[in-house]
């Protein structure tokens, strides 16, 4: 008999009760220190004490209206977002995953507009990951996610990134666009070097092609910038955002520039959840701290600290492990025992990790993770990889 939950998860047996910060609790009380943060999602750790407020103040207040209305917690952290990035207009939606639909349908409706309907082609790169809609694993397009759904939606074109050769190759008169990570989560925290991402925009201005920047894990402070791509000094035209910004509140966003967002007239979108008060309000709270550059320079110093740590780590177990890579907080470990077996050791050390492709573990900290809980984090790694090495 099928369970009553659709079974599309392998999920391990842990429940957790309560959250702190970095820490997991079962109702047994066993402490676990959360380097997964729901996949990069609690970037202020669980129960923030600004958070929870947020939430509960507009909890007491409004929960519901519809976009049939004003919203001004939806105005006010539209107002954030472009006043810290290069956009000049935000949607927000529930999950990266509609903001990938949206990315997509914008730059389509951008062409269309324009007299160019026929520029609706994007190029994707393998390894990617934009979601799980029919768009979304049309445009990862890897056969695990896409095996037995029927029709894909059409009109994309999968690249190995870094071929900036290929690339200009790709480009032909019925490209409209170009979709990337700057850095890849799912595919294994692969970061993109800041020259190929130069490299790119170079590309699409000299073709007048539209780039989208998939910031959804990336983005957020993960990286040490509010936003990934700032470390390469070049923007897209329009981004994808979800995970961090609503520190654990389902909300997406999708943010462009005026000139990209204006096929995206009265009526052409909508959502019945996106850009709710509830959240919204805790996106908002969730912007005061990482658009402070205090946070910012922590982060970074942080990341410091633990890639020092984890390259210790990774030295002293060479039969487990390979190699540390990523960006800021957003680390992975690619390993030299299966990845799922170093997060089961992790499990047994009472420290959560992430598995992603090409083998790696994914170490994604909430952002507000202290120096002392980085050295305990390693501490228990080292336990998970002691035990491997045992085996
Ligand atoms: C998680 C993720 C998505 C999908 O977001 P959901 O909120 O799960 O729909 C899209 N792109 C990237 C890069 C992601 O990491």
């Not at 919203?71 to 927000?92: C, G, M």
């Not at 540390?324 to 030299?336: H, P, T």
């Not at 959560?352 to 120096?371: G, H, K, S």
Request: glycine share 10%.
């Amino acid at each position: 008999m099928i369970p009553t939950l659709l079974p599309t998860y392998a999920r391990a047996p842990l429940s957790f009760v309560k959250g702190e910060g970095a820490w997991l609790i079962e109702a047994d009380g066993r402490r676990f220190l959360d380097l997964a943060a729901g996949i990069a999602v609690t970037a202020l750790g669980h129960a923030h004490p600004a958070l929870v407020k947020a939430l509960t103040d507009q909890a007491n207040a409004l929960w519901h209206t519809s976009n049939l209305y004003q919203i001004p917690q939806q105005q006010a952290l539209a107002d954030r977002l472009t006043e810290h990035t290069f956009a000049d207009t935000v949607f927000f939606t529930n999950s990266g995953t509609e903001a990938c639909e949206l990315a997509v349908k914008m730059a389509r409706k951008y062409w269309t507009e324009k007299g160019h309907p026929e520029k609706a082609d994007i190029i994707a790169f393998t390894g990617s990951f934009h979601g799980r809609s029919s768009a979304g694993i049309a445009a990862a397009g890897s056969e695990k996610m896409t095996k037995g759904f029927g029709p894909l939606l059409p009109g994309f074109v999968h690249l190995e990134f870094g071929d900036h050769d290929a690339l200009t190759a790709a480009i032909t008169e019925t490209t409209g666009a170009i979709i990337i990570e700057p850095v890849q989560g799912e595919g294994g925290i692969r970061p993109v070097p800041d020259q190929c991402l130069k490299g790119l925009r170079d590309l699409c201005d000299e073709h007048g092609i539209l780039l989208i920047f998939d910031e959804v894990q990336c983005g957020v402070a993960r990286t040490g910038k509010l936003f990934a791509h700032e470390w390469s000094g070049i923007t897209p035209d329009i981004m994808m955002v979800a995970k961090g910004i609503g520190g654990g509140f389902p909300i997406g966003a999708v943010l462009a520039t005026e000139a990209a967002a204006s096929g995206m007239t009265l009526g052409t979108h909508g959502s019945t959840y996106g850009g709710n008060p509830l959240g919204c309000a805790v996106g908002c709270a969730v912007m005061d701290h990482v658009t402070d550059p205090a946070f910012l320079d922590d982060v970074n110093r942080k990341a410091g600290l633990f890639r020092q740590k984890l390259e210790g780590l990774v030295a002293a177990h060479p039969d487990v492990f390979e190699e540390v890579r990523g960006s800021g907080l957003m680390l992975g470990i690619k390993c030299k025992a299966a990845n799922t077996d170093v997060v089961q050791a992790g499990y047994d050390a009472l420290v959560l990790t992430v598995p992603a492709a090409d083998n790696v573990v994914r170490l994604l900290p909430p952002l507000t993770i202290e120096d002392a809980e980085i050295a305990q984090a390693v501490d228990r790694l080292e336990a998970a990889a002691a035990s491997l090495s045992a085996a």
